[in-house]
């Protein structure tokens, strides 16, 4: 069965650090690209950050050089290092495989930015 679990999410201030992890299992995690995604009231989900299993990756302009996605191939975990948060940041966060065709979403994690 497929299982997406994201955890790490927390109440932080503005230019604070968070650490979210995903955990995948019942899914081809090595051969595929895997992405961040992040939704909030009024925001439609949409894709933030995405690494290819060729190790390259992608950020979305608003969270390049202030975020990081990462794989432990090993592991089956993504990773997503949010530095200098900001309020806009404020969302649930969730991962999933970064195509077409997605998987039922996880449960997804709550990043809440305010002073």
């Known amino acids: 069965q497929v299982r997406l679990v994201e955890s790490g999410g927390a109440l932080v201030q503005p230019g604070g650090s968070l650490r979210l992890a995903c955990a995948a299992t019942g899914i081809d995690f090595t051969n595929n690209p895997m992405g961040w995604y992040r939704q909030s009231p009024g925001r439609p989900r949409a894709l933030i950050a995405r690494?290819?299993?060729?190790?390259?990756?992608f950020h979305e302009a608003s969270v390049k050089g202030r975020f990081s996605i990462s794989r432990d191939n090993s592991a089956n975990m993504l990773y997503l290092q949010m530095d200098n948060l900001k309020s806009d940041d404020t969302a649930f966060y969730y991962c999933?495989?970064?195509?077409?065709?997605?998987?039922?979403w996880g449960q997804g994690t709550q990043v809440t930015v305010s002073s």
């Open positions: 690494t290819n299993p060729d190790g390259t990756t």
């Open positions: 999933n495989i970064a195509g077409r065709t997605l998987y039922p």
